[in-house]
């Protein structure tokens, strides 16, 4: 399911559950709103956002 053209919020997505559907929601497509109080793993998942979705990211 391609979800190009849509936004999506992801809280608590600096780790676990929240980062994996960021990258998820990512990788179909969505343009993802990383939000997180851990600032440093939000922009870490940010980061890897902007690369393509075939890149790695740890």
């Known amino acids: ?4 053209g849509r ?3 992801v809280t608590g997505a600096a780790q676990g559950l929240g980062e994996a559907i ?3 929601l990512h990788a179909r497509g969505a343009s ?3 939000a ?3 600032y440093e793993g939000a922009e870490r998942v ?3 956002s902007t690369r ?3 890149s790695t990211c740890s």
């Open 1 to 4: 399911m391609s979800l190009e």
């Open 7 to 9: 936004t999506a919020i």
């Open 22 to 24: 960021a990258r998820a």
């Open 32 to 34: 993802v709103v990383v």
């Open 36 to 38: 997180d109080v851990n």
């Open 46 to 48: 940010a980061a890897c």
């Open 52 to 54: 393509p979705v075939e």
